[in-house]
């Protein structure tokens, strides 16, 4: 799995599917985020079904405003392009796995 990075004019055409989606929303300065970048890297060979993505708040400003971002990191579940869960700040493996799991 690889993980693409989105930007605000095709994030909605990228995340409206039928699977779950899991999106980073992420800044390049920020030292948790990279953590939570490497953390997502690690476990995307067990994150089975679930498409996941990045958006780089600073590059694209109106999705994170879309979705009420004020800290990053922030891990957000959508399904159909609906949110259904979001997670704020840095959390370890075994809980990424945890958020995503609950809501499949």
């Known amino acids: 799995m690889n993980i693409e ?4 004019e095709n994030f909605k055409e990228k995340t409206n599917k039928d699977n ?3 999106v980073d929303f992420f800044a390049t300065w920020c030292g948790p985020c990279q ?3 490497t953390i997502l890297e690690n476990s995307k060979d067990e994150i089975e079904g679930v ?4 958006v780089d708040v600073d590059e694209n400003p109106q999705t994170a405003k879309d979705f009420g971002v ?5 891990l957000v579940l959508l399904k159909n392009g609906q949110e259904v869960a979001k997670h704020i700040g840095l959390m ?3 809980d990424l796995l945890e958020f995503i799991n609950s809501h499949k």
């Open 5 to 8: 990075h989105l930007n605000d």
């Open 20 to 22: 779950l989606v899991l």
């Open 92 to 94: 370890n493996q075994d």
């Open 70 to 74: 004020m800290s990053i990191p922030t």
């Open 51 to 54: 498409d996941v993505f990045k």
């Open 35 to 37: 953590i939570m970048g």
